[in-house]
């Protein structure tokens, strides 16, 4: 059990383009979730699948935002038309329905949009 | 989720007890508390929960008084690599946390 991963660990963009991060969670935890940390703030909660079901999203989550977990394994967030705004630390994590009080955070995605 | 209450900042010295409060008065009847700590630049990490009962796991101690509209995470020898941001959350089962500011705790040689 290697913990959670993302990929890539840093990325520089450009206003306007789209950008992707991956998730791969611990193996067999079936819940993951999505947050965004911005400087000097708390993590804040963006999504949650069960499996390969979205079954919550926050309002944080605009239309330019779309997350995916095909097959209930790794998940994908994909930003669309970045904004300066968007420049964050992107946060995975996951738990399993044995342990469901604890969530495995990776060790996150920090976007910074120019 | 009920909020939580915690002071911005806080210090201890090295191989000290690090006592860290928070307060959730408006906590309901099936609201677990959890304390995440989050060194820097990493991902938030778990240390430990409970209900109302006290309850110590190898990182720490958890006390929850008996109305549970407070409780305190205690390290009981606090070591330079403790420094980190703790987080104290209240919520129900699964879903997702809810994190505060949470309090800068910083350990001194």
């Known amino acids: 059990d290697t913990g959670v991963s993302q990929d890539p660990r840093h990325k520089i963009t450009k206003r306007g383009q789209n950008v992707t991060f991956r998730c791969d969670p611990i193996?067999?935890?079936?819940?993951l979730y999505w947050y965004r940390q911005t400087l000097g703030q708390g993590p804040e909660f963006l999504t949650y699948?069960?499996?390969?079901?979205?079954?919550?999203k926050s309002r944080l989550l605009s239309d330019r935002f779309s997350a995916e977990r095909p097959k209930g394994s790794f998940s994908t967030l994909e930003i669309q038309r970045t904004e300066q705004g968007d420049s964050a630390m992107y946060l995975c994590?996951?738990?399993?329905?044995?342990?469901?009080?604890?969530?495995?955070f990776g060790p996150g995605t920090r976007l910074t949009v120019t | 989720d009920a909020k939580t209450t915690q002071p911005t900042s806080m210090d201890c010295a090295e191989g000290r007890a690090a006592n860290l409060p928070c307060n959730h008065s408006?906590?309901?009847?099936?609201?677990?508390v959890y304390w995440y700590r989050q060194i820097h630049s990493q991902g938030p990490q778990y240390i430990i929960h409970g209900l109302k009962n006290n309850e110590t796991n190898e990182m720490a101690s958890l006390i929850i008084t008996e109305d549970r509209k407070s409780s305190t995470l205690i390290l009981p020898h606090a070591t330079l690599r403790d420094t980190a941001v703790y987080y104290c959350i209240v919520r129900v089962g699964a879903q997702k946390l809810v994190f505060g500011q949470g309090t800068r705790l910083t350990i001194n040689p």
């Open positions: 994590a996951s738990s399993s329905a044995g342990t469901i009080y604890e969530q495995y």
């Open positions: 699948f069960q499996n390969e079901a979205q079954l919550e």
């Open positions: 193996s067999e935890h079936n819940r």
């Open positions: 408006t906590i309901s009847g099936n609201e677990y």
